[in-house]
């Protein structure tokens, strides 16, 4: 029977969603793991999508909130401090169709972890044009996940992330401690390696990833988004995305282990030192990115002090 399968919460974020919703609605009620709820919050002026998820099928199934108003991030983190911890937690876009097994992939991954230890599964995408056509997956992730490299460079795309129950409540608690984050994935990046929780990636895609005018950030593909990423080094944007990261950081740092808090401190203490210093502690830090482009690019914002 499906309810002798973990229960699954998933936590989606919605803001003018009416397009698409009911695609990703109908995807979830796909899935062959049949043991989950939806917890929705739903940020701005509605339009349409609080009846769309009233009169869908699934609508027993969900739980409509509302959200606070001040973008993507802050409505996730919203999700986060509102809904009950102690099941598993699946991130879910308003706009993607997953897979059916996702779920299911997922949950079964994350059971061979220990139960008292936070886990974290995340995927490649097939990303697809605003149709779901043309399909092409996300790029692969060479490097093992750490919190070094979770420091300088999100490799989780928040609509495949799901969180085992010992992750949930470790991310519920945190979500209290932090005012404010860049993006709610990187964010689970950080705390979940921070704390030494184990982060899984599959090279198998579980949703099709929906690129459309309205995307917050995009896929991080091809050249346009590479050009696109050095920009943000140049105009600042990168800077100011690490002085919000790291702000949430020093706040939830009481949940990390030494290891990762003396690597925490050293790169906050690097950013205000002379170039050759903040060279030479940031690479005894350990800090990197998957890529050799992105480290070329991640380097030149600590040489111009946009770090």
Known sequence: MWSEAPPVTVLMAVHRGAPHLPDQLDSLTEQQHKNWSLVVSIDGEDDGSGQILDTHPSAARITRITGPGKGAAANFLHLMRRV????????????????????????????????????????????????????????????????ANALVQNIAGGNTIVLNPAASRLVHAAAHDVEDVTIHDWWLYQLITGAGGVVLHDEAPSLLYRQHGANLIGANDGMRARARRLRMVMDGTYKRWMETNIAALKACAKYFTPENRRILRRVIAARRQPLPVRMKMLRDAGIHRQTQFASSVMWLSVILGRF
């Open 84 to 147: 009950d911890p102690g099941n598993y937690w699946a991130f879910s876009d308003q706009d993607d169709v997953w897979l059916p097994h996702k779920l299911g992939s997922a949950v079964k991954q994350l059971e061979n972890v220990p139960w008292n230890q936070p886990a974290m599964y995340h995927s490649r995408s097939l990303i697809t044009d605003g149709l779901l056509d043309n399909h092409r997956m996300s790029p692969s992730r060479p490097k093992p996940p750490s919190f």
